[in-house]
């Protein structure tokens, strides 16, 4: 394991290179994020002269395309000592090379980047790559981010690169066995008195861990929260929402539009529009053709001004909502290139490589669709959310594409919160590394001092 943006890429492939140096293997198969896979790797192994004598086979295109590369791969015709593939295709892949001979390189070594995708017991390529891993005589994983929310997330990368043979291959036994259900419905578990420990202690043996001190140093990362306040009358839209799961908004003046949110975990996706300065209509109403209601510029004017200043410096724009994308698009520009849903992947190769080399003053990108694995730093230092993302991992993770090994500048990140909304429990979840019990607690009782409570 390696901090996000530590070079596990470029240590993984040096480690391959003695590997085959030595004769340990004949042949190494890459699995990564789909991005990662066609953009990164690839790089890496053209960056570094150590090791300009692999030779990369990338397992992309269409079905006939990959087809013919895999037949060239399974006689040997070539000289391929690794190979790539995005996770994507990974369930295509194995059945293709289901009655492959055991003793072929191929199966010489599985390298699994980002394992952490496959914490998910119930998904479908973990349970995939959990069946078949039998096969490989050696399996490694790569994460910078092996535990993005609790010890939970071990379980199924332990079960692939152990092939079971470290805690099983039954998910729920061993949970039952270590934490207890914390709610009615069974969603939140919460480990038992010293299961941590003895977690940690029994998958310890299978890790290798580089630590701060052992990678190289980088730039200084900054990160600056900027503060907004919402307007009294969306602070009202706003308590209304929190108290009652839904909201009234005013149309004009004699019409009045309500937002009903089904249950708690919609609400609170209800509370982070409105944070953001709008909210998105009902399905019923979505179907009859009611758009995005606008609630305030709060957001927007800061995102103006950020632009304003930061002319010249160029700037990753970090968006959640497709409606924050068009509010950027809006502010910088209907040609503001992005990475993310409806994308196709030749533009989002072409906008990588040229933000890289310096062409964009400003890109923006979700995170789930850039958040893992992709280098960045090369185009620019400075980072701006729109808000704080939930997730810990994709907040980790996003900004590592710019603060990772080979930054020469220091990195700042700036993030834009509504006082006295979600914002604030996001942020005291992913950025000061509460439990989301502790960022829960904090968010009620800031919620209370505003006096959005009462």
């Given at each position: 394991m390696v901090r996000p943006g530590g070079g596990k890429t470029a240590s993984a492939l040096t480690a391959i290179a003695e590997l085959q140096e030595s004769g340990e293997i004949r042949h190494a198969l890459v699995v990564a994020p789909k991005r990662v896979a066609t953009e990164v790797w690839p790089a890496e192994i053209g960056a570094w002269e150590h090791l300009f004598s692999m030779h990369e086979l990338r397992l992309a295109g269409t079905p006939h395309h990959r087809t013919e590369f895999l037949r060239r791969l399974r006689i040997g015709e070539g000289p391929y000592t690794i190979s790539v593939i995005g996770l994507d295709l990974i369930a295509w892949l194995l059945e293709q090379i289901a009655d492959w001979p055991e003793d072929h390189p191929v199966f010489d070594l599985l390298v699994l980047d980002e394992i952490s995708k496959l914490r998910d017991p119930t998904g479908v390529r973990a349970k995939l790559l959990a069946k078949h891993a039998h096969r490989w005589k050696m399996i490694w994983g790569l994460s910078g981010t092996l535990r993005p929310n609790s010890a939970l997330d071990l379980f199924m990368p332990a079960r692939i690169v152990t092939r079971g043979k470290l805690w099983g291959k039954s998910y729920y036994q061993w949970r039952k066995e270590r934490f207890y259900q914390t709610d009615y419905m069974g969603y939140s578990w919460t480990a038992l008195p010293g299961a941590e420990g003895r977690i940690n202690a029994e998958i310890e043996p299978y890790c290798v861990t580089l630590h701060a001190d052992e990678l190289p140093q980088l730039p200084e990362l900054s990160v600056v929260l900027d503060t907004i306040h919402l307007p009294d009358a969306v602070k009202d839209l706003y308590h209304q929402m929190h108290r009652k799961l839904f909201a009234q908004i005013r149309k004009g003046k004699d019409e009045i539009e309500t937002v009903i949110a089904a249950n708690a975990a919609v609400a609170t996706g209800k509370l982070a529009q409105i944070a953001n300065g709008f909210m998105y209509p009902n399905e019923e109403e979505t179907a009859a053709g009611r758009r995005v209601t606008p609630l305030h510029d709060e957001k927007r004017d800061w995102l103006a001004d950020l632009v304003r200043e930061h002319a010249g410096r160029p700037t990753l724009l970090v968006y959640e909502y497709l409606e924050d994308l068009n509010i950027m698009c809006e502010v910088a520009g209907r040609e503001l290139p992005y990475l993310g849903a409806g994308v196709g992947d030749k533009v989002s190769a072409a906008h990588i490589r040229r933000w890289n080399a310096g062409e964009y003053p400003l890109m923006a990108l979700h995170p789930r669709a850039a958040g893992h694995g992709l280098n960045l730093q090369a185009g620019g230092a400075d980072m701006a959310w729109m808000a704080p993302t939930w997730s810990p991992e994709l907040w980790?993770?996003?900004?590592?594409?710019?603060?990772?090994?080979?930054?020469?500048?220091?990195?700042?990140?700036?993030?834009?919160?509504?006082?006295?909304?979600?914002?604030?429990?996001?942020?005291?979840?992913?950025?000061?590394?509460?439990?989301?019990?502790?960022?829960?607690?904090?968010?009620l009782a800031g919620y209370e001092e505003v006096g959005l409570d009462g």
């Open positions: 980790e993770q996003t900004i590592a594409r710019l603060h990772r090994s080979g930054q020469t500048q220091p990195v700042i990140v700036r993030v834009c919160v509504a006082a006295g909304t979600v914002d604030q429990l996001k942020l005291n979840r992913v950025h000061f590394k509460m439990t989301e019990q502790q960022a829960f607690e904090r968010y």
